[in-house]
């Protein structure tokens, strides 16, 4: 009896001695060293990367704090990052900054080309910051005039990056990726593609009390080695995205006999075949990608007859679009050096790629398109005022 | 033997397979992927052949001895008492040393994770308090609670992978070829290593009461060990690619962190890292526990003798110098580990491997050449 006393009195002494450990005695040193209150913090969503000669610009946008809240933006510049972020909290009116919920990171153009090695050290070192963070570069101007004039309230610059989230799942143009994807393809391939976007002003397009800016995806930056060597727009983009599976559709206009008509491909992915001829690495790519006839414009000068497009002709007609336009994106990775399609993954199984691969990589491209279908219309109505009446 | 230290086999295996959980974090997967790089998540499989050897090894050294038997009661029997007692005494000097340096390493991956802010020396104290009077208890309790955390430690690193499979790409994991079979033999080496500290909890073995430990007790916990090895070296390559895996300090912390639960949870990893923790609670207060009962041996002429109505004062000294005296030992030792990181890293990559392999592997190996010749 008495040793089990003497037993509960240790433990109790030595419980209380951790008490005092894990109590929030002393903030400098104990785990109560990064607490705070909830609603003092302030959760930075999207956080803008500028460098200059001089240093860093970091530009800060909260978004709206709850139904009714706010949306709080600030700037500030500094020798590195870190003092970048401490210049922020410094001029922070409201509360305590907390930077581990950013969800969206912009670099402006002259960043991207300086290089994102700093940038892609400080998110993969940092405990604050998270890889699974999405990263967006400008084609044009800096990170901190998007997420500074985002227009009036009644949207703001975290909103504006969500939703082109949403429309590089619809549309084909290019596909946000994030710190981790892009680390991975730097690491294992030596280049990345990066969601580019360009800064547009919302006057004339949309109704805003006052007009500000907004950013729509245009294609793809290409990092290579960390920093921005090159872009992918438009066609070119496109193609990148059929070829990498990418969710999305693309929109292409084609002048057949009889009128044009604008289609939508979507396809799932490049079949890729590798090959070795001779020491050399070559590549066999089928592209299988699926149409639908959206719409359809009657030449004026045909009247009186009805267009109905030859699926066959449309086939043949996106399938040689489809192969010019990979070969320029293949012609750029090889001119760049950069294997921002990750090819050599489809090389690597037995072989050791020698240091110019790329360059000397031959590639057979075969697109095959399928005219699936053309809505809930086999022909055209005959409307008073068209074109047919 | 005392009732209050008895052991079930479950109990045993349970200690045994969280008590892997710590150094298996520590390294892993990052040794792997710089060892193998795509193909180190085969270290698992290529672990079992290494074991069976090891096993087999000890299936020798056991042979013609009673049923657990504990791995100091082997020594003593083949080395004799000056010898034995000397062995016993290295193992005890190495179970305090390793108990510090998990203490360390524990705080360390708080402070790396999670707390970068605070001090390790406020961790570590915290550890050494709570394993300290987990030591000057029962064994039994140790493995009771064992039993109930041995489900959730399973569990988390399954969850862990499954949760990031919509974002994995698991054709990083290839090519597999044979070009080049010695990374992957020595990843396979690493994954068997894992299993030293088992060979080093088997002083208590002789405590288990209900029954003699039999291979099917094994196999399944160690084929879950092996199978955790290769699930987590799977996931955080076909997540950063082996390139950035091995750069990365504690790459599956890193995937925990990455985790988003329907959308709703966010930053689960402080959860992954505060449950790792108690794995380190069961290694390093079992250490703290047998290193107790080693002391006990050693100091037992200089202790006055333990009687049934010892007054309180002697019957605590008796019970309990020896756990606070290896509990302070480890602490000590915790304390005087280096500071530095890329100091405390070679150290946690190249020393602690080498002599835990060496304890675990490379002398039982001599004990039972030892054996064979003097059977001759």
């Known amino acids: 009896m008495k040793g089990l006393f003497f037993h509960r009195c240790l433990c109790l002494l030595l419980l209380l001695a951790l008490c005092f450990s894990c109590a929030g005695c002393g903030v400098k040193g104990s785990i109560y060293a990064n607490y705070r209150e909830l609603d003092q913090l302030r959760l930075i969503r999207a956080l803008g990367y500028d460098t200059s000669g001089a240093g860093v610009t970091l530009s800060a946008s909260t978004g709206k704090q709850g139904e009714n809240g706010e949306s709080l933006s600030l700037c500030r510049s500094g020798e590195n990052i870190l003092k970048a972020m401490d210049s922020l ?81 619809l549309r084909a143009v290019s596909r946000v990726s994030n710190f981790r994807e892009t680390a991975v393809a730097l690491s294992e391939y030596g280049a990345a593609l990066v969601c580019l976007l360009r800064p547009v002003t919302t006057e004339g397009s949309v109704r805003l009390e006052e007009p500000g800016l907004t950013a729509v995806p245009v294609g793809y930056a290409i990092l290579k080695d960390g920093s921005m060597v090159g872009v992918l727009e438009g066609r070119q983009a ?47 790519i089928t592209l299988r990608v699926t149409t639908v006839l ?45 294997d921002f399609l990750a090819l050599a993954k489809q090389l690597r199984r037995g072989h050791k790629l020698p240091s110019d691969w790329l360059r000397n990589l031959n590639i057979r491209i075969t697109v095959s398109a399928a005219a699936d279908r053309g809505y809930d219309l086999y022909t055209p109505m005959e409307l008073k005022g068209d074109a047919h009446s | 033997m005392n009732d209050v230290n008895a052991l079930s086999r479950r109990q045993f295996t349970a200690i045994v ?50 049923k657990n038997t504990g791995y100091d009661t082997l020594l003593q029997s083949l080395l004799g008492p000056f010898f034995g007692a000397l062995a016993v005494g290295i193992y005890t000097l190495w179970m305090l040393f390793y108990a510090g340096f998990l203490l360390r390493s524990g705080a360390m991956r ?49 969850a862990v992978f499954v949760l990031t499979l919509k974002d994995a790409d698991f054709q990083l994991l290839l090519p597999l070829t044979g070009s080049d079979p010695l990374p992957l033999l020595h990843c396979g080496l690493e994954a068997a290593n894992l299993f030293g500290v088992a060979v080093i909890l088997s002083f208590s073995a002789g405590h288990i009461g209900d029954g003699p430990l039999r291979l099917r007790d094994w196999l399944g916990w160690a084929g879950l ?56 609670f069961i290694l390093i207060s079992t250490l703290l526990w047998i290193s107790g009962e080693r002391l006990r041996c050693v100091f037992q002429r200089l202790l006055p003798p333990s009687q049934e109505k ?27 580990l280096p500071a530095e990181e890329d100091v ?5 990559d190249t020393v602690v491997p080498l002599l835990t392999a060496g304890l675990s592997f490379g002398f039982p190996l001599l004990l039972l050449v030892l054996k064979m010749l003097r059977k001759r």
């Not at chain 1, 979507?266 to 590798?274: D, F, H, L």
């Not at chain 2, 007054?311 to 915790?334: D, M």
Request: aromatic residues 10%.
């Open chain 1, 89 to 169: 909290q410094a001029y922070s009116t409201e509360g305590r900054l907390f930077f581990s919920h950013i969800q969206h990171v912009v670099a402006g153009r002259e960043a991207a080309e300086r290089g994102l090695g700093p940038l892609l050290d400080f998110v993969e070192r940092d405990v604050r910051t998270r890889l699974d963070t999405e990263l967006f570069i400008l084609c044009e101007g800096t990170a901190s005039s998007l997420l500074m004039n985002p227009g009036d309230d009644s949207y703001d610059a975290t909103e504006l990056l969500s939703s082109v989230k949403q429309d590089t799942s």
């Open chain 1, 238 to 284: 496109e193609a990148a995205s059929l070829f990498l599976g990418y969710p999305g559709t693309v929109i292409r206009e084609f002048s057949m006999p009889g009128g044009t008509v604008i289609l939508r491909i979507s396809g799932t992915g490049a079949e890729i075949r590798p090959s070795w001829q001779n020491g050399t690495p070559a590549l066999d």
């Open chain 1, 294 to 338: 959206s719409e359809t414009e009657p030449d004026p000068s045909q009247t009186g007859q009805s267009f109905s497009p030859d699926p066959g002709a449309l086939e043949g007609a996106v399938e040689q679009m489809l192969t010019e336009n990979l070969q320029d994106v293949i012609a750029c990775s090889k001119s760049l050096d950069a």
């Open chain 2, 17 to 66: 397979f969280i008590s892997l959980l710590p150094p298996m974090i520590r390294r892993f997967p990052r040794v792997l992927a710089e060892r193998a790089g795509n193909m180190s998540w085969l270290a698992g499989p290529l672990a079992i052949p290494a074991l069976a050897l090891g096993a087999l090894l000890f299936w020798l050294l056991y042979r013609n001895f009673g």
């Open chain 2, 110 to 158: 708080f402070v790396s994770t999670i707390y970068p802010d605070a001090l390790p020396g406020l961790f570590l104290l915290t550890m050494a308090l709570a394993c300290t009077a987990a030591a000057c208890g029962s064994l039994k309790a140790l493995g009771r609670t064992a039993l109930l955390l041995r489900p959730l430690l399973a569990v988390l690193p399954v």
């Open chain 2, 225 to 280: 060990v092996l199978g955790i090895v290769s699930l987590i070296t799977a996931g955080c390559i076909a997540m950063f690619g082996p390139q950035l895996t091995a750069r990365l300090r504690h790459p599956f912390f890193m995937l925990t962190r990455d985790v988003t639960i329907l959308g709703a949870l966010e930053r689960v990893e402080p959860l992954a890292v505060a449950v790792w923790v108690f794995a380190d």
């Open chain 2, 310 to 336: 010892q007054s309180g004062f002697l019957a605590f000294f008796n019970r309990f110098c020896c756990p606070l005296l290896s509990g302070a030992f480890a602490a000590a030792a915790a304390f005087l």
């Open chain 2, 344 to 348: 405390f890293l070679r150290l946690s």
